[in-house]
T-cell receptor, first 113, second 112 residues
């Protein structure tokens, strides 16, 4: 699995965009980038994933650089309920892969009123 | 609601005891993963099952074991419990092809 590096914490004003960076410089060509978040002690929640193209869903957008060595998760209009720990992970692809990865410390996002 | 169900939600037991945590994956998912999250720690991968067979092992203690049954639900057995085993235990499941995994709400185990 490719190692990822994230800032330990970030602040964001409510209503503004939250941009969470992740470095994954050792990513291989067929490895996807996944983002999850964990609100307090709840189960991690899947947000989005991508390979090389930018992706968008109802929760967020994922921007992956052309060299795929880093990505940014964008929450377009952060709310107080988006306060959580955000994990960027790059699990090895099947058949040898799967989510047998350590999630690391993630980025603790504080959304402030 | 992720569709992954874990029971019980909370468990308090004494040192030296044995407990069983249960996980029902999402319908159609063949992979089940177990993770441990100690206080203010990241999620540590324990073990993965795929369609009834063990597929991968992480840093799972010998006192811990798991299995996946024909109906695809999984159980994590923790024995000779120690205070340090107190943690949140999460189960996740993913579909064939192992794309995104979906997590249950966890079991909070407290060993006293």
């Amino acid at each position: 699995d490719a190692k990822t590096t994230q800032p330990p914490s970030m602040d964001c004003a409510e209503g503004r965009a939250a941009n969470l960076p992740c470095n994954h410089s050792t990513i291989s060509g067929n490895e996807y980038v996944y983002w999850y978040r964990q609100i307090h002690s709840q189960g991690p929640q899947y947000i989005i994933h991508g390979l090389k193209n930018n992706e968008t869903n109802e929760m967020a957008s994922l921007i992956i650089t052309e060299d795929r060595k880093s990505s940014t998760l964008i929450l377009p209009h952060a709310t107080l309920r988006d306060t959580a720990v955000y994990y960027c992970i790059v699990p090895a692809p099947p058949p040898t892969g799967g989510f047998k990865t350590i999630f690391g410390a993630g980025t603790r996002l504080f959304v402030k009123a | 609601d992720s569709g992954v169900t874990q029971t019980p939600k909370h468990l308090i037991t004494a040192t030296g005891q044995r407990v069983t945590l249960r996980c029902s994956p999402r319908s159609g998912d063949l992979s089940v993963y177990w993770y441990q999250q100690s206080l203010d720690q990241g999620l540590q991968f324990l073990i993965q099952y795929y369609n009834g067979e063990e597929r991968a092992k992480g840093n799972i203690l010998e006192r811990f074991s798991a299995q996946q049954f024909p109906d695809l639900h999984s159980e994590l057995n923790l024995s000779s419990l120690e205070l340090g085993d107190s943690a949140l235990y999460f189960c996740a499941s993913s579909a064939p092809g192992e794309t995104e995994a979906f997590f249950g709400q966890g079991t909070r185990l407290t060993v006293v």
